[in-house]
């Protein structure tokens, strides 16, 4: 038996890791019905030096994302879920083309501001690759400056302004 806490209710679990499938990358919390994702560890005995050694296998994101808008005095709180493709992300207006439409008083978000694009990768996970859509305000991102043509890979929690806007990424 090991201890598990799951990483979104904090709930204290007790798991059999003898009942664990083969395979195995994430289980549902009991209590939040959220996947806990989970590192298999095994032994691998390397037969010239007859030497154990042990590797950890990290879990692929299988899920994708989400942005959310945080509030403030010209945006309400607001979510997206994201999905695999390309989406273009801006300013609610009649003449955008953006797939997600943030509904803002922030006139210094463009209408089509950035970019995110999610592809599978081989092993089933996902990634997500942000840039710039040519705004004329740019992008920050964990408080860099995006290039014009960078692309950077998103991980959790982290932070996009577009215009006045703080967007945040979650996996």
Same mark, same amino acid.
Request: with cysteine.
């Given at each position: 038996?090991?201890?598990?806490?799951?990483?979104?209710?904090?709930?204290?679990?007790?798991?059999? !890791?003898?009942?664990?499938?083969?395979?195995?990358?994430?289980?549902?919390?009991?209590?939040?019905?959220?996947?806990?994702?989970?590192?298999?560890?095994? &032994?691998?005995?390397?037969?010239?030096?007859?030497?154990?050694?042990?590797?950890?296998?990290?879990?692929?994101?299988?899920?994708?994302?989400?942005?959310?808008?945080?509030?403030? !005095?010209?945006?309400?709180?607001?979510?997206?879920?994201? =999905? @695999?493709?390309?989406?273009?992300?801006?300013?609610?207006?009649?003449?955008?083309? &953006?797939?997600?439409?943030?509904?803002?008083?922030?006139?210094?978000?463009?209408?089509?501001?950035?970019?995110?694009?999610?592809?599978?990768?081989?092993?089933?996970? =996902?990634?997500?690759?942000?840039?710039?859509?040519?705004?004329?305000?740019?992008?920050?991102?964990?408080?860099?400056?995006?290039?014009?043509? @960078?692309?950077?890979?998103?991980?959790?929690?982290? !932070?996009?302004?577009?215009?006045?806007?703080?967007?945040?990424?979650?996996?």
């Amino acid at each position: 038996m090991i201890s598990v806490r799951c990483p979104h209710c904090h709930v204290g679990l007790k798991v059999d !890791e003898g009942k664990l499938p083969p395979g195995i990358q994430s289980f549902k919390c009991p209590k939040c019905k959220k996947a806990i994702p989970i590192s298999l560890v095994f &032994a691998n005995k390397s037969a010239a030096s007859g030497s154990s050694e042990t590797t950890l296998i990290q879990p692929l994101k299988t899920s994708m994302g989400t942005l959310t808008v945080l509030p403030d !005095e010209n945006t309400r709180e607001q979510i997206f879920p994201l =999905y @695999e493709g390309v989406t273009l992300i801006g300013r609610q207006s009649a003449a955008s083309n &953006a797939t997600i439409s943030i509904v803002t008083a922030d006139k210094s978000m463009s209408r089509e501001h950035i970019r995110i694009e999610v592809k599978k990768e081989a092993k089933g996970g =996902y990634k997500h690759y942000l840039s710039d859509n040519n705004s004329k305000n740019h992008t920050l991102y964990n408080s860099s400056f995006l290039e014009k043509g @960078e692309v950077v890979v998103l991980n959790n929690n982290d !932070e996009i302004i577009i215009g006045r806007t703080v967007l945040r990424f979650n996996e």
